[in-house]
């Protein structure tokens, strides 16, 4: 497992995209935090934490597209699935690797809000509540990026199908405002990414939201895992 997470990490810096990454998220967030706070005068967070999370369903894609698109593409899929290490062990591998990248990047681009403690009072509250949500969400989309990446041998099928799964998830919220039928609105509610993301922008710890979180990323990593076990046995 060790070798291939050092492998992927290693990958994201010999190739443009690790770079191309980085670039565009310090922009963009750069460029979010300067308009919702020093720009808007305000010591609000929560604008920057949810215009980041719709970056993130379009970015992080970035990351999972050539996860195991790419070894498809290669030929060296056969190579992983004959290695000596687990199926599990293999795909955790490829996602803590992307994982990494986000946690790394999402942390660097917080660190920004110690400025504004000196322009503005902020909420220390609400401001970990969002960065905690925003790593929570990364968390799951990484994981449907994986198990995209792992039934297409094309990086760039692979980054669309994922943006508009994540899309889908972020626009189920939005339904509820067309749908009269309250038990349908209700399970919309208990799926929607969005949804379970209202509380943390208040700066409430939602236990039932963290687990829900890791269920879908939990889900999606499983999900892979059987892919490559149905493959390995074909």
């Not at 993130?56 to 699935?81: C, G, N, V, Y």
């Not at 710890?205 to 939990?218: E, R, T």
Request: hydrophobic fraction near 55%; charge should be positive.
């Amino acid at each position: 497992m060790r070798a291939i997470y050092l492998r992927e990490m290693r990958a994201y810096f010999t190739t443009p995209i690790g770079y191309l990454f980085l670039a565009v998220y310090f922009l963009i967030s750069g460029a979010v935090f300067s308009y919702s706070t020093l720009y808007s005068m305000s010591g609000d967070v929560t604008t920057y934490f949810t215009v980041m999370l719709f970056m993130d369903a379009i970015l992080l894609p970035l990351l999972t597209m050539k996860s195991f698109s790419e070894e498809r593409k290669q030929k060296t899929e056969q190579l992983l699935l004959t290695a000596p290490i687990s199926l599990t062990s293999m795909v955790l591998a490829k996602f803590f690797a992307a994982y990494t990248m986000f946690f790394g990047v999402t942390c660097v681009s917080s660190l920004s809000f110690l400025i504004l403690y000196r322009y503005a009072v902020v909420d220390t509250a609400i401001l970990l509540g969002n960065l905690v949500a925003l790593l929570l969400v990364g968390m799951a989309f990484i994981a449907v990026g994986v198990f995209v990446s792992s039934i297409t041998e094309n990086q760039l099928a692979s980054a669309v199908g994922t943006v508009g799964i994540l899309l889908v998830f972020l626009a189920i919220s939005f339904l509820n405002a067309i749908i009269p039928f309250y038990p349908v609105r209700f399970v919309l509610s208990g799926i929607s990414i969005f949804a379970r993301y209202q509380n943390f922008l208040q700066g409430i710890f939602d236990v039932a939201s963290l687990v829900y979180y890791l269920s879908v990323s939990a889900a999606f990593l499983f999900l892979t895992v059987r892919v490559f076990a149905k493959r390995r046995w074909n």
